[in-house]
C-alpha cells in the first residue's frame, strides 16, 4: 500500500500518511475490508484526492496528472505496465537515449544539467529525449 | 507532413523546457502548452507513466514495519485523545442544556405569577413590588441553577464538595486518581447519579456509588 501511494505521489512521509489515514477509517468503521484490492483501490483513491488539491505548478514540478484521471483500471494492471514501460526503457532503447532518459527521470536532472553532464549540446540533449519519449509513446499506444 | 512534424516536435520541446523550469511559467500558460493539442497531451501523460515507473522501479526497498507502526499508533493514539475530548465537551454541552431549560422554566413560571397579578394591585403598589418581590428570590434562584465549574482542581478536591451536596462520603481506592485534574461543570441541581455518570465520561476514571459512598477505580 505505501509502495502504491509512494508511486503515485512521489512522496514517502505523504505516502505513509495517506496509508495511515486508510488504517484509521478501517479502525473506526465497524466493517472490516473485504480484501487487499479493497485496501489498494483506497489508497489510489486518496492519492488521486491528494494530487487533484495540489496546486498547479506542483503538480507539474513532480509530474502529476493535470487533469482528473477516471483509473477503472485493475491497480495490478497499472503497476504491470508501469514494469514494462520499465522494461523497454533498458531494452529497447539506445544510447545515449537510455541514460538521457535515466537521469531525467530517475535523477530529476533538467535537460540543460544533463547536457553538462554528459558534455552535450542542449539542443542534442532535449532531441534525444524527446525521440526517447515519441519512441516508447508509440510502442506503448500499438500495444 | 514535414510542418506538421516540425510543429509537434517544437509544441514538444516547449512543453519539456516548460517542465525544468515551471516557476518561470503562469497556470495559464503551463495550461496551454500541456494542452496546445492531443499529441503534448499525449506526451505530457506518457511522462506521468514514465516518472511512475522510475519511483516503481527505485521504490523496491522493504518498508520498516515497526518505524511505520510506530508512527500509526501515535497518530492513533492522537486520535483517541481528540475523540475523548470531543466526548467530555458533549457532556459539558449536555449539561449547559439541561441548565437553560431549568432556568427558563424558571423565567417561565415567574411570568405567569406575574401575569396573574391583578393589573390595579401593580399601578397602586409599584414600590412595594419592586423592593420586596425580586431582589431576593431572583439572586437565590439563580445561585440554584447555576452550574459551578471546576477548572484544573485535583479530583481529590472536588469530589468531596460535590459529595457532600449529596450527603455521601468518597473513597478513593486508586490513589493515582486522586491527582487527576480537569475541567467537570457540576450542576448541583442534577441526581448524584447522572453525575456520576458524567464524570464516567473521563477515560480514565471510573467512578460507582454502593450506599453512601462514592468509590473511585
Avoid at chain 1, 531525467?104 to 549540446?121: K, M, P, Q, W, Y
Wanted: with cysteine.
Amino acid at each position: 500500500m505505501i509502495h502504491l501511494a509512494s508511486v503515485l505521489l512521489g512522496d514517502d512521509e505523504e505516502a505513509e500518511d495517506v496509508v495511515q489515514d486508510i488504517f484509521l477509517r478501517v479502525a473506526d468503521s465497524d466493517i472490516a475490508p473485504k480484501n487487499d484490492s479493497y485496501l489498494l483501490t483506497a489508497v489510489r483513491n486518496a492519492c488521486l484526492n491528494r494530487i487533484r488539491q495540489m496546486q498547479l505548478h506542483d503538480k507539474v514540478k513532480g509530474l502529476m496528472p493535470i487533469e482528473d484521471e477516471a483509473d477503472l483500471q485493475p491497480i495490478d494492471k497499472r503497476l504491470e505496465r508501469l514494469e514494462d514501460i520499465g522494461a523497454y526503457v533498458d531494452e529497447q532503447l539506445e544510447e545515449p537515449h537510455r541514460s538521457i532518459f535515466h537521469l531525467h527521470f530517475d535523477e530529476d536532472l533538467t535537460v540543460s544539467e544533463i547536457a553538462r553532464r554528459l558534455g552535450l549540446n542542449p539542443n542534442t540533449a532535449y532531441k534525444y529525449l524527446m525521440q526517447s519519449i515519441q519512441q516508447i509513446r508509440h510502442h506503448f499506444e500499438k500495444h | 507532413m514535414t510542418t506538421t512534424m516540425e510543429t509537434t516536435n517544437e509544441n514538444i520541446r516547449q512543453l519539456l523546457e516548460m517542465l525544468d523550469n515551471p516557476d518561470a511559467y503562469t497556470e495559464q500558460q503551463i495550461q496551454d502548452i500541456v494542452n496546445r493539442d492531443e499529441d503534448t497531451r499525449e506526451t505530457y501523460r506518457l511522462m506521468v507513466e514514465a516518472k511512475r515507473s522510475s519511483r516503481h522501479r527505485q521504490n523496491q526497498k522493504p518498508v520498516d514495519v515497526d518505524a511505520a507502526w510506530q508512527r500509526f499508533n501515535q497518530k492513533l493514539q492522537h486520535k483517541q485523545y481528540g475523540f475523548g475530548w470531543m466526548k467530555i465537551a458533549a457532556s459539558f454541552i449536555g449539561v449547559l442544556l439541561v441548565s437553560g431549560i431549568a432556568f427558563a422554566a424558571i423565567h417561565i413560571v415567574r411570568q405567569h405569577q406575574k401575569q396573574e397579578t391583578p393589573q390595579t394591585e401593580i399601578t397602586e403598589n409599584v414600590t412595594t413590588s419592586v423592593t420586596t418581590l425580586p431582589a431576593d428570590t431572583l439572586t437565590k434562584d439563580t445561585v440554584t441553577v447555576q452550574p459551578i465549574i471546576y477548572d484544573n482542581i485535583p479530583l481529590e478536591k472536588m469530589l468531596p464538595e460535590i459529595a457532600a451536596h449529596y450527603d455521601v462520603k468518597v473513597i478513593f481506592t486508586n490513589d493515582e486518581a486522586r491527582q487527576f485534574r480537569f475541567r467537570f461543570v457540576w450542576n448541583p441541581q442534577q441526581g448524584i447519579n447522572q453525575v456520576i455518570s458524567d464524570l464516567n465520561q473521563f477515560e480514565r476514571l471510573t467512578v460507582t456509588r454502593k450506599d453512601s459512598q462514592i468509590i473511585v477505580e
